[in-house]
């Protein structure tokens, strides 16, 4: 079985600063890891995923996670927040790149001026 | 690239009607789609799993028979909502995959109120 778990359902940061949102996982087989995006009354947008090959994964619009097998986690992180980030995040996992997912709670997002 | 098609977008209708909603990969062919619910400010929850031409499977818990699910086509896969309840009220989104690795892509969702 796979999970997913999202510590912090909020995250409020200023424009500018430092974004970071944590991601543990679950996995009994070598996982594959996505970040989706989802803003409000749409769909999820894939921002970014790991699929066993480099660590640091780089994504759209300046996104990035890196898969730390010790720790259990993928976690996002974006240098410097912008207004139009503010969204809502979900971390997800399967046991192959295309197959099942199974999704974190979700983490939202708030970016202030 | 790799583009999905939902619709509608927003439906409203009385309870005890069926309500069908539409999933198209518009620029590759599904050979799998998924369809998830979700409730207000939760994650998704996947209902089912078509595979193009078969039968869909359906995850512990959701009814067969009040979620229709008919992928006929590679391009297309259909959710059907049999006599629809203010409990089926929710959002309602599709993903599809290309074969191999591919990562799913969504849909933009379907807001279902039912009165």
């Known amino acids: 079985a796979q999970s997913v778990t999202q510590l912090g359902s909020h995250v409020s940061v200023s424009e500018g600063a430092l974004v970071l949102l944590r991601c543990n996982y679950s996995s009994s087989v070598p996982p594959y890891l996505f970040w989706y995006v989802q803003y409000p009354n749409q769909g999820l947008q894939l921002l970014l995923k790991?699929?066993?090959?480099?660590?640091l994964v780089k994504g759209i619009n300046g996104f990035e996670a890196e898969f730390k097998k010790s720790e259990t986690s993928f976690h996002l992180t974006k240098p410097s927040a912008h207004m139009s980030d503010a969204a809502e995040y979900f971390c997800a996992v399967s046991d192959g790149g295309g197959n099942k997912l199974t999704f974190g709670t979700g983490t939202q997002l708030k970016v202030e001026l | 690239g790799a583009v999905v098609s939902q619709h509608p977008s927003w439906v409203i209708c009385k309870s005890g009607t069926s309500v069908k909603i539409e999933c198209r990969s518009l620029d590759f062919q599904a050979t799998t789609m998924f369809w998830y619910r979700q409730f207000p400010k939760q994650s998704l929850m996947l209902m089912a799993t078509?595979?193009?031409?078969?039968?869909?499977?359906?995850e512990q818990g959701v009814e067969k028979d009040k979620f229709l699910i008919n992928h006929a086509s590679l391009t297309l896969s259909t959710l059907t909502v049999t006599s629809a309840h203010p409990e089926d009220s929710s959002f309602y989104i599709c993903?599809?995959?290309?074969?191999?690795?591919?990562?799913?892509?969504f849909g933009d969702g379907t807001r279902l109120s039912i009165l």
């Open positions: 790991y699929t066993s090959a480099a660590t």
């Open positions: 078509s595979n193009e031409g078969s039968k869909a499977t359906y």
């Open positions: 993903s599809a995959r290309d074969t191999g690795s591919q990562p799913q892509h």
